[in-house]
Protein backbone atom coordinates (compact mmCIF):
# COMPACT_ATOMS: atom_id res chain seq x y z
CA UNK A 1 0.00 0.00 0.00
CA UNK A 2 1.34 3.68 -0.39
CA UNK A 3 -0.34 7.03 0.20
CA UNK A 4 -2.45 6.98 -3.54
CA UNK A 5 -3.86 3.94 -3.04
CA UNK A 6 -4.77 4.41 0.86
CA UNK A 7 -6.49 7.65 0.01
CA UNK A 8 -8.74 5.60 -2.84
CA UNK A 9 -9.60 3.54 -0.32
CA UNK A 10 -7.30 0.10 -0.45
CA UNK A 11 -8.03 -2.31 1.92
CA UNK A 12 -6.30 -1.64 6.14
CA UNK A 13 -5.29 -5.40 6.86
CA UNK A 14 -3.01 -6.61 9.28
CA UNK A 15 0.45 -7.59 7.75
CA UNK A 16 2.25 -10.30 9.13
CA UNK A 17 5.13 -10.23 7.10
CA UNK A 18 8.50 -12.88 6.82
CA UNK A 19 10.73 -12.20 9.06
CA UNK A 20 14.37 -9.69 7.77
CA UNK A 21 16.37 -9.33 10.56
CA UNK A 22 19.64 -8.31 9.53
CA UNK A 23 22.40 -8.72 11.25
CA UNK A 24 26.24 -10.68 11.08
CA UNK A 25 26.39 -13.99 10.84
CA UNK A 26 28.45 -14.62 14.32
CA UNK A 27 25.52 -12.79 16.02
CA UNK A 28 22.35 -13.44 13.64
CA UNK A 29 21.41 -16.26 16.60
CA UNK A 30 21.37 -13.77 19.80
CA UNK A 31 19.93 -10.81 17.55
CA UNK A 32 17.07 -13.25 16.89
CA UNK A 33 16.76 -14.28 20.10
CA UNK A 34 17.01 -10.63 22.07
CA UNK A 35 13.89 -9.90 19.24
CA UNK A 36 11.58 -12.77 19.90
CA UNK A 37 12.16 -12.49 23.55
CA UNK A 38 11.83 -8.88 23.58
CA UNK A 39 10.46 -7.26 20.65
CA UNK A 40 7.96 -9.94 18.97
CA UNK A 41 5.60 -9.85 21.90
CA UNK A 42 4.78 -6.31 21.30
CA UNK A 43 4.03 -6.75 17.49
CA UNK A 44 0.71 -8.00 17.15
CA UNK A 45 -0.42 -5.51 19.87
CA UNK A 46 1.54 -2.48 17.68
CA UNK A 47 0.28 -3.81 14.16
CA UNK A 48 -3.21 -3.83 15.60
CA UNK A 49 -2.46 -0.04 17.13
CA UNK A 50 -1.21 0.45 13.17
CA UNK A 51 -4.45 -0.58 11.86
CA UNK A 52 -6.55 1.40 13.72
CA UNK A 53 -4.72 4.75 13.24
CA UNK A 54 -4.89 4.34 9.38
CA UNK A 55 -8.77 3.76 9.28
CA UNK A 56 -8.45 6.70 11.74
CA UNK A 57 -6.44 8.42 9.31
CA UNK A 58 -8.11 7.65 6.15
CA UNK A 59 -11.47 8.90 8.20
CA UNK A 60 -10.28 12.74 9.37
CA UNK A 61 -8.83 12.29 5.68
CA UNK A 62 -12.31 12.69 3.52
CA UNK A 63 -14.40 14.51 6.56
CA UNK A 64 -11.43 16.95 6.39
CA UNK A 65 -11.68 17.42 2.46
CA UNK A 66 -15.24 17.63 2.80
CA UNK A 67 -14.94 20.63 5.32
CA UNK A 68 -12.60 22.40 3.27
CA UNK A 69 -14.66 22.01 0.24
CA UNK A 70 -17.34 23.59 1.97
CA UNK A 71 -15.37 26.22 3.14
CA UNK A 72 -14.72 26.89 -0.74
CA UNK A 73 -17.98 26.52 -2.06
CA UNK A 74 -19.29 29.01 1.15
CA UNK A 75 -16.78 31.28 0.48
CA UNK A 76 -17.14 31.52 -3.42
CA UNK A 77 -20.97 32.44 -2.87
CA UNK A 78 -20.07 34.72 -0.67
CA UNK A 79 -17.92 36.82 -3.11
CA UNK A 80 -19.83 36.39 -5.78
CA UNK A 81 -23.25 37.88 -3.86
CA UNK A 82 -20.56 40.35 -2.89
CA UNK A 83 -19.27 40.73 -6.32
CA UNK A 84 -16.27 40.92 -4.72
CA UNK A 85 -12.90 39.15 -5.76
CA UNK A 86 -11.76 36.34 -3.16
CA UNK A 87 -8.63 35.91 -1.92
CA UNK A 88 -7.76 32.57 -2.53
CA UNK A 89 -4.54 33.14 -0.13
CA UNK A 90 -7.13 32.62 2.79
CA UNK A 91 -8.66 29.30 2.15
CA UNK A 92 -5.19 28.42 3.33
CA UNK A 93 -5.76 29.50 6.61
CA UNK A 94 -7.96 25.74 7.73
CA UNK A 95 -5.70 23.77 5.77
CA UNK A 96 -3.62 23.82 8.48
CA UNK A 97 -5.21 23.08 11.69
CA UNK A 98 -7.18 19.94 9.66
CA UNK A 99 -3.44 18.57 8.89
CA UNK A 100 -2.47 18.85 12.21
CA UNK A 101 -6.18 16.86 12.98
CA UNK A 102 -5.62 14.09 10.67
CA UNK A 103 -1.92 13.19 11.84
CA UNK A 104 -2.59 13.36 15.77
CA UNK A 105 -3.26 9.34 15.51
CA UNK A 106 -0.32 8.71 13.71
CA UNK A 107 1.67 11.00 15.97
CA UNK A 108 0.49 8.79 18.96
CA UNK A 109 0.93 5.81 17.10
CA UNK A 110 5.10 6.74 16.48
CA UNK A 111 5.42 8.59 20.06
CA UNK A 112 4.30 5.21 21.50
CA UNK A 113 6.39 2.68 19.70
CA UNK A 114 9.24 5.41 20.56
CA UNK A 115 8.52 4.55 24.48
CA UNK A 116 8.03 0.98 24.47
CA UNK A 117 9.38 -0.57 21.51
CA UNK A 118 12.66 1.69 21.27
CA UNK A 119 14.08 0.93 24.55
CA UNK A 120 13.61 -2.67 23.88
CA UNK A 121 15.77 -2.50 20.99
CA UNK A 122 18.57 -0.35 22.71
CA UNK A 123 18.70 -3.29 25.39
CA UNK A 124 20.31 -5.45 23.17
CA UNK A 125 23.22 -3.28 23.57
CA UNK A 126 23.39 -3.24 27.30
CA UNK A 127 21.51 -3.33 30.27
CA UNK A 128 22.85 0.48 31.20
CA UNK A 129 21.37 1.41 27.93
CA UNK A 130 18.31 3.88 27.78
CA UNK A 131 16.62 6.12 24.80
CA UNK A 132 14.77 8.65 25.92
CA UNK A 133 12.60 11.87 24.87
CA UNK A 134 13.82 14.74 27.47
CA UNK A 135 17.06 13.37 28.35
CA UNK A 136 19.38 15.92 26.23
CA UNK A 137 23.43 16.44 26.12
CA UNK A 138 24.78 19.53 27.70
CA UNK A 139 25.21 22.16 25.72
CA UNK A 140 28.20 23.98 27.18
CA UNK A 141 30.27 20.85 27.01
CA UNK A 142 29.14 20.95 23.24
CA UNK A 143 30.28 24.05 23.13
CA UNK A 144 33.65 23.60 24.33
CA UNK A 145 34.26 21.07 21.37
CA UNK A 146 34.61 24.46 18.68
CA UNK A 147 32.87 22.53 16.33
CA UNK A 148 29.31 24.61 16.95
CA UNK A 149 28.66 26.57 14.67
CA UNK A 150 27.15 30.25 15.42
CA UNK A 151 23.74 29.94 15.97
CA UNK A 152 20.83 31.27 18.75
CA UNK A 153 18.63 28.56 19.23
CA UNK A 154 19.11 24.81 20.39
CA UNK A 155 16.79 22.08 19.53
CA UNK A 156 17.12 18.55 21.17
CA UNK A 157 15.74 15.37 20.29
CA UNK A 158 16.02 11.75 20.62
CA UNK A 159 18.52 10.66 23.55
CA UNK A 160 20.78 7.36 24.11
CA UNK A 161 23.34 6.49 26.75
CA UNK A 162 24.69 3.33 27.01
CA UNK A 163 28.47 2.05 27.43
CA UNK A 164 30.46 -0.42 25.64
CA UNK A 165 33.73 -2.17 26.63
CA UNK A 166 33.49 0.37 29.58
CA UNK A 167 33.34 3.74 27.14
CA UNK A 168 30.39 5.77 27.71
CA UNK A 169 28.32 6.64 24.71
CA UNK A 170 25.94 9.28 24.86
CA UNK A 171 23.49 10.04 21.35
CA UNK A 172 21.65 13.27 20.60
CA UNK A 173 20.05 14.80 18.04
CA UNK A 174 20.70 18.35 17.62
CA UNK A 175 18.94 21.04 15.84
CA UNK A 176 20.44 24.58 15.03
CA UNK A 177 19.20 27.59 13.94
CA UNK A 178 19.69 30.95 13.59
CA UNK A 179 18.19 34.45 12.87
CA UNK A 180 19.32 36.33 9.97
CA UNK A 181 18.22 39.35 8.07
CA UNK A 182 16.68 39.17 4.73
CA UNK A 183 14.90 42.07 2.45
CA UNK A 184 14.12 44.01 5.72
CA UNK A 185 12.68 40.73 7.71
CA UNK A 186 14.16 38.14 9.96
CA UNK A 187 14.24 34.61 9.07
CA UNK A 188 14.92 31.30 10.77
CA UNK A 189 17.60 29.88 8.83
CA UNK A 190 18.95 25.90 10.18
CA UNK A 191 23.12 26.12 10.23
CA UNK A 192 23.13 22.60 11.58
CA UNK A 193 20.66 19.59 11.73
CA UNK A 194 22.27 16.06 12.53
CA UNK A 195 23.49 13.80 15.37
CA UNK A 196 25.71 14.16 17.89
CA UNK A 197 27.94 11.51 19.53
CA UNK A 198 30.00 11.81 22.54
CA UNK A 199 32.16 8.67 23.23
CA UNK A 200 34.28 8.69 26.81
CA UNK A 201 37.96 8.21 27.09
CA UNK A 202 39.22 6.43 29.92
CA UNK A 203 42.52 9.15 30.07
CA UNK A 204 41.85 12.85 29.28
CA UNK A 205 43.28 13.74 26.05
CA UNK A 206 46.94 16.45 26.47
CA UNK A 207 45.60 18.46 23.91
CA UNK A 208 42.65 19.88 22.15
CA UNK A 209 41.63 18.39 18.01
CA UNK A 210 39.06 19.17 15.90
CA UNK A 211 38.90 17.03 12.26
CA UNK A 212 36.41 19.03 10.36
CA UNK A 213 34.85 19.25 6.76
CA UNK A 214 37.04 20.77 4.54
CA UNK A 215 36.13 24.46 3.46
CA UNK A 216 39.92 25.33 2.02
CA UNK A 217 42.35 25.68 4.49
CA UNK A 218 42.76 28.99 4.78
CA UNK A 219 38.86 29.72 5.43
CA UNK A 220 39.05 27.31 8.21
CA UNK A 221 42.72 28.75 9.68
CA UNK A 222 41.12 32.12 9.91
CA UNK A 223 37.89 30.65 11.63
CA UNK A 224 37.34 32.36 15.22
CA UNK A 225 36.24 28.84 16.42
CA UNK A 226 39.91 27.70 16.11
CA UNK A 227 41.98 30.61 18.10
CA UNK A 228 44.73 28.60 19.50
CA UNK A 229 44.82 25.58 17.14
CA UNK A 230 47.45 25.32 14.81
CA UNK A 231 47.38 23.36 11.61
CA UNK A 232 47.87 19.48 11.47
CA UNK A 233 49.37 17.78 8.46
CA UNK A 234 48.30 14.65 7.65
CA UNK A 235 49.72 12.18 5.45
CA UNK A 236 47.11 10.52 3.90
CA UNK A 237 45.78 12.83 0.70
CA UNK A 238 42.27 11.62 0.66
CA UNK A 239 41.77 12.11 4.03
CA UNK A 240 42.96 15.85 3.70
CA UNK A 241 40.75 16.30 0.50
CA UNK A 242 37.42 15.80 2.88
CA UNK A 243 38.92 17.19 6.30
CA UNK A 244 40.90 19.85 7.97
CA UNK A 245 42.96 18.86 11.18
CA UNK A 246 43.92 21.41 13.88
CA UNK A 247 45.16 21.07 17.60
CA UNK A 248 46.81 21.98 20.21
CA UNK A 249 49.38 19.17 20.25
CA UNK A 250 50.50 17.85 17.22
CA UNK A 251 52.01 14.62 18.45
CA UNK A 252 48.76 13.65 20.23
CA UNK A 253 47.09 14.47 16.99
CA UNK A 254 49.02 12.37 14.41
CA UNK A 255 48.72 9.55 16.93
CA UNK A 256 45.07 9.43 17.27
CA UNK A 257 44.28 10.03 13.40
CA UNK A 258 45.41 6.91 12.63
CA UNK A 259 44.72 4.75 8.78
CA UNK A 260 42.61 2.82 10.51
CA UNK A 261 40.44 5.78 12.28
CA UNK A 262 40.33 8.06 9.20
CA UNK A 263 38.75 4.96 7.41
CA UNK A 264 36.38 4.82 10.20
CA UNK A 265 35.20 7.76 9.99
CA UNK A 266 34.76 8.18 6.69
CA UNK A 267 32.46 4.90 6.90
CA UNK A 268 30.44 6.40 9.22
CA UNK A 269 29.81 9.49 7.04
CA UNK A 270 29.19 7.50 4.32
CA UNK A 271 26.74 5.43 6.49
CA UNK A 272 24.57 8.47 8.08
CA UNK A 273 24.73 10.07 4.23
CA UNK A 274 25.65 13.16 5.56
CA UNK A 275 29.10 14.68 6.66
CA UNK A 276 30.85 14.26 9.55
CA UNK A 277 33.25 16.41 12.18
CA UNK A 278 34.97 15.55 15.11
CA UNK A 279 36.68 16.30 18.18
CA UNK A 280 39.28 15.07 20.95
CA UNK A 281 38.73 17.49 23.84
CA UNK A 282 39.30 16.72 28.05
CA UNK A 283 37.78 13.37 28.01
CA UNK A 284 36.17 13.08 25.38
CA UNK A 285 35.72 12.09 21.40
CA UNK A 286 32.45 14.41 20.20
CA UNK A 287 31.63 13.03 16.58
CA UNK A 288 29.19 15.68 14.78
CA UNK A 289 26.80 13.76 12.37
CA UNK A 290 24.51 16.74 9.98
CA UNK A 291 22.14 14.80 8.20
CA UNK A 292 18.47 16.32 7.73
CA UNK A 293 16.85 12.08 8.48
CA UNK A 294 16.18 11.87 12.18
CA UNK A 295 17.75 8.33 13.21
CA UNK A 296 15.28 6.98 15.54
CA UNK A 297 12.32 6.78 13.51
CA UNK A 298 9.67 4.23 12.31
CA UNK A 299 9.69 3.36 8.79
CA UNK A 300 6.70 3.84 6.92
CA UNK A 301 3.44 3.96 8.58
CA UNK A 302 1.92 1.64 5.80
CA UNK A 303 4.40 -1.35 6.80
CA UNK A 304 3.57 -4.03 8.76
CA UNK A 305 4.68 -3.34 12.59
CA UNK A 306 7.12 -5.91 12.76
CA UNK A 307 10.26 -2.89 13.77
CA UNK A 308 12.70 -5.90 12.10
CA UNK A 309 13.86 -2.93 10.00
CA UNK A 310 14.65 -0.77 12.61
CA UNK A 311 16.36 -3.15 14.78
CA UNK A 312 18.70 -3.99 11.92
CA UNK A 313 19.39 -0.35 11.01
CA UNK A 314 20.17 0.60 14.35
CA UNK A 315 22.53 -2.45 15.16
CA UNK A 316 24.21 -1.53 12.33
CA UNK A 317 24.50 2.26 13.11
CA UNK A 318 25.84 0.88 16.69
CA UNK A 319 28.23 -2.25 15.57
CA UNK A 320 30.06 1.14 13.70
CA UNK A 321 30.36 3.13 16.80
CA UNK A 322 31.87 0.09 18.90
CA UNK A 323 34.12 -0.71 16.01
CA UNK A 324 35.46 3.24 16.34
CA UNK A 325 35.51 2.87 20.10
CA UNK A 326 38.06 -0.33 19.39
CA UNK A 327 39.81 1.55 16.99
CA UNK A 328 40.82 4.35 19.25
CA UNK A 329 41.44 2.18 22.15
CA UNK A 330 39.44 4.03 24.10
CA UNK A 331 38.41 1.96 26.50
CA UNK A 332 42.18 1.25 27.06
CA UNK A 333 45.16 3.94 28.78
CA UNK A 334 46.62 5.00 25.55
CA UNK A 335 49.75 5.65 26.98
CA UNK A 336 49.71 9.57 25.68
Keep these: MNIISFIFGAPIKPSRQPKRLVADSAELDKFKTHYAEHIEPLTRKFENRRVACLKALRQRIYMSLAMFASVVVIAMLYAARQYVEMPWIFLAVPIIPLVWWCSRPIKRYRNDVKEQVFPKIFRYFGDDFIFSHTHTMSISTLKRSKLLPSYDDAHFDDYVQGSH ?14 EVRRDKRTETETVFRGVMVQLSSHKAFKGHTVVVKSRGGLINFLSSSFKNLSR ?35 SLASMFAGKIQCAFYENKLLIMLASRENRFELGSIFNGATFEYEFSQINREMKQLFAMIEVLKLDQDIGL
Design 165 to 178: NGVEIVINELQLTK
Design 232 to 266: VKLEDPRFEKQFDVFSTDQIEARYLLTVGFMERLQ
